[in-house]
């Protein structure tokens, strides 16, 4: 089960915390592995640990630096993949970084810079993919492809002082989905996961203590929990999953389910517009003096 050797997988961001792990993973299960990173000081030095620590394993794989959100950078990285490999089959997208702050205090840099690099970080690397795919696929040549995004529960429950980082993690979901549809009909599956661990990005402020290691039994939140789902999804096995979306942490993956339409009003006068008394008249009763508004965020229940 599991088996991917022969295969070549692409993961962004993965010097450090949850893509090195993803790497790691799909190594074992015999992948090539082109780790992909950011080239300055300390994740680069990580990226060459993490090609270094795949090797000592006896698995395959070579470091290509660039900046996830760069479409020049993008098509290096997929033509260095291929000059080496010959092939791809796995992209993971998963690089990143936060600028946290409240919708009050957030700079246009602060905001622009994490919707680049997560929404933008998809984007380019998600098109040279599925275009990779599309064309071997309408030349006749086998298609394996596998496209793994990662978003966040910021984008269910929002997040108060990330307002960046979930409307990036949100839009990832939604383009994922798209690319889900057009893909399927190649073989193509595109998912998305929704991590909860302990990282660089976790490891400060309030998230530290909520992430903290145990002092003893079960690590819930050791990055390596979330490895497995990303090389199950990444396997033959796991043909038959496109479009869904993963919350993984610990020994735990909760499926999510897609947003549905609750209750509806249609205009008691008949089929015409609405007036703004009539919409009143008609959705008093649901948001009435008890309706409570919605604004429980994202917490960690326990395990
Ligand atoms: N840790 C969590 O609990 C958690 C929760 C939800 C989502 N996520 C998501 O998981 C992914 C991995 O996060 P992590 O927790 O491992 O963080 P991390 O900070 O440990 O790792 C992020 C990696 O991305 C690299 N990176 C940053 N900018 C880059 C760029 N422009 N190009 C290439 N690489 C770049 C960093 O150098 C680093 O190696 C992110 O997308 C994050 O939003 C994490």
Request: net charge negative; proline share 4%; hydrophobic share 40%.
């Amino acid at each position: 089960m599991g088996d991917l050797s022969g295969k070549v997988a692409i993961v962004t961001g993965a010097g450090r915390g949850l893509g090195r792990e993803e790497a790691m993973q799909l190594a074992r299960q015999g992948a090539r592995v082109v780790i992909n990173d950011i080239k300055l000081p300390g994740a680069e030095e990580a990226a060459q640990a993490t090609v270094a620590d795949i090797k000592a394993e006896g698995g395959e794989a070579i470091v290509v630096f660039g900046d996830c959100a760069d479409s020049a950078d993008s098509d290096n990285l997929f033509k260095t993949a291929l000059d080496t490999y010959g092939d791809i089959n796995i992209m993971v997208n998963n690089a990143g970084f936060c600028r946290d702050k409240t919708i009050f205090g957030m700079s246009d840099e602060e905001f622009d810079s994490v919707v680049r690099v997560h929404l933008r970080g998809h984007f380019v690397n998600m098109r040279n993919a599925s275009k990779y795919w599309r064309e071997k696929a309408k030349a006749g040549e086998e298609v394996y492809g596998r496209l793994i995004s990662t978003s966040s529960e910021a984008a269910i429950f929002g997040s108060a002082g990330q307002p960046n980082y979930a409307a990036a993690k949100a839009g990832i979901v939604a383009m994922t989905m798209g690319a889900a549809q057009l893909m399927i009909k190649y073989g193509i599956t595109c998912n998305v996961i929704m991590p909860r661990a302990r990282t660089d990005m976790t490891n400060t402020g309030a998230t530290a203590a909520m992430f903290a290691a145990p002092e003893d039994g079960f690590d819930a939140f050791n990055p390596e929990n979330v490895a497995p789902l990303v090389g199950y999804l990444a396997s033959p096995e796991a043909g038959n999953i496109a479009g869904e979306v993963f919350v993984v942490w610990g020994g735990r993956v909760n499926i999510v389910q897609r947003p549905s339409l609750d209750v509806f009003y249609d205009n008691p006068e008949g089929a015409k517009k609405w007036s703004v008394d009539g919409l009143h008249d008609s959705l008093s009763d649901y948001f009435n003096a008890e309706h409570t508004p919605v604004l429980d965020g994202f917490s960690v229940p326990p395990q």
